[in-house]
């Protein structure tokens, strides 16, 4: 296709990337400093902070219901309608938060608004990444899809960059009771200028290629009609479940490197709150580099060297990592979720081309979802708040054991997997 029309794919996807995890950053940032008091009724403070954590769960809950829905529709009516209702839907519900009345104001109905728009984000998202990672994929070189897929995840650090950057300086022009009665609201309502201007994008971009050439043929049209898109990806679950273990390990590394970390080191000792999140914002920067290097480095070795060594590093990083924190140190501190941001990024980076060929066309789009989203249920919604619940209740030996157990699930998932380099995604079966 045209160079400037693979720019607006490229454009579009990242646009939706960078919001949904800006999105998750603003709120994993603000549930352990401002949402808790002004949510949730109680007097303990870890209580507010558990179910504030808990509410930023329950997004994932939904998000498997959305890579269902949108799956099966996406595969039945293609990959870019998908794009727009999905991330109006991100956006939309985005900016409400920021309109909400407090607890104080309304009482329950407060947490529930809460609640709501949190599910209506959550199953957005369900749909949103599948289909980003899956336009760049179509669209894209094959001998640079490692690359290119790479880029719709890139979004994830970005988005932690926007969030703790804007956080930081909202939080500066408008200090202490200013920014936690109303100031945090603008970080919220920042998605409205993210939405027009994605939305904008979106709306422009064509199909994809792959996509309309499986639609062209009899056969796709005649699979289509006798069974969801999401059972056929389910009749063969060796893809689904090498991705979910893949996924495993990968999605509780990040929340531990970004969310939970800026609770427990900001609680647990003498670190400012400003630093801790000045050194995820800047190792998102390194996160965000690891992504595009691991993509690329994966057109050359291979998705599975290109998986597994910052899968094993991880492994490895996972007792550093605490210890360096333990020193209450600066530089122990940006050590210890710099490096773990950058594997963390080239493993996260190389999965998007990966599980975008362990599925053929007519379910790629539910099968991919299934993976992307399935595993947030199982490790992204849990893993801040079981991470803070080992350390409140044995210690900080559990939260080590929890990452090494896991990424051990990673490494053999990627390990007894095929290799996907060079697929043709084109094939119907």
């Not at 333990?326 to 081309?353: I, Q, R």
């Not at 054991?401 to 119907?428: I, P, Q």
């Amino acid at each position: 296709m045209p160079r400037t029309g693979f720019r607006r794919v490229l454009a579009g996807s990242m646009a939706g990337a960078v919001l949904e995890w800006y999105d998750f950053a603003i709120y994993g940032i603000l549930a352990a400093t401002v949402l808790g008091p002004l949510f949730f009724p109680g007097d303990s403070g870890i209580v507010k902070l558990l179910l504030a954590l808990a509410t930023q769960g329950l997004g994932f809950v939904a998000r498997p219901l959305g890579g269902i829905v949108f799956g099966h529709l996406g595969d039945k009516f293609g990959r870019q309608p998908m794009l727009v209702t999905t991330f109006l839907l991100l956006g939309l519900s985005t900016a409400c938060i920021g309109l909400l009345p407090t607890y104080g104001q309304i009482g329950i109905w407060a947490t529930v608004l809460l609640v709501v728009l949190r599910m209506i984000q959550g199953f957005a998202l369900g749909g949103e990444f599948g289909a980003a990672v899956l336009m760049v994929s179509e669209y894209g070189e094959p001998r640079r899809r490692g690359f290119w897929a790479a880029w719709p995840q890139a979004g994830a650090p970005l988005g932690t960059v926007l969030a703790t950057a804007l956080v930081t300086v909202v939080a500066f022009l408008f200090p202490g009771e200013a920014f936690d009665q109303w100031g945090w609201r603008v970080v919220f309502l920042v998605a409205i200028p993210l939405l027009v201007i994605g939305f904008w994008i979106r709306r422009s971009v064509e199909e994809s290629p792959v996509f309309q050439a499986a639609q062209a043929s009899a056969e796709a049209r005649a699979a289509r009609a006798e069974r969801s898109s999401v059972l056929e990806a389910l009749s063969r679950p060796r893809p689904v479940l090498h991705g979910l273990g893949m996924r495993l390990g990968e999605n509780i590394a990040f929340y531990i490197y970004t969310v939970f970390v800026i609770a427990y080191a900001a609680n647990s000792f003498d670190y400012a709150r400003g630093d801790v999140i000045l050194a995820v914002t800047f190792a998102s920067l390194f996160q965000f580099f690891g992504m595009l290097g691991g993509g690329a480095w994966s057109d050359r070795v291979g998705r599975k060297t290109a998986m597994l060594v910052p899968a094993v590093v991880l492994v490895a990083w996972a007792p550093a990592f605490f210890w360096l924190i333990h020193l209450e140190t600066l530089p122990g501190l940006w050590l210890g979720v710099c490096v773990g941001a950058f594997f963390h990024g080239m493993l996260a980076g190389t999965e998007a081309a990966w599980i975008t060929e362990l599925f053929p066309t007519r379910h790629r789009y539910a099968g991919a979802s299934l993976v992307f989203q399935g595993s947030s249920i199982i490790a992204g919604a849990p893993a801040p708040l079981i991470a803070v619940w080992l350390i409140d209740s044995f210690g900080v030996g559990t939260v080590i054991g929890y990452l090494v157990l896991t990424m051990a699930v990673t490494v053999v998932a990627v390990a007894t997997s095929k290799e996907t380099r060079g697929a043709r995604l084109d094939a119907l079966d």
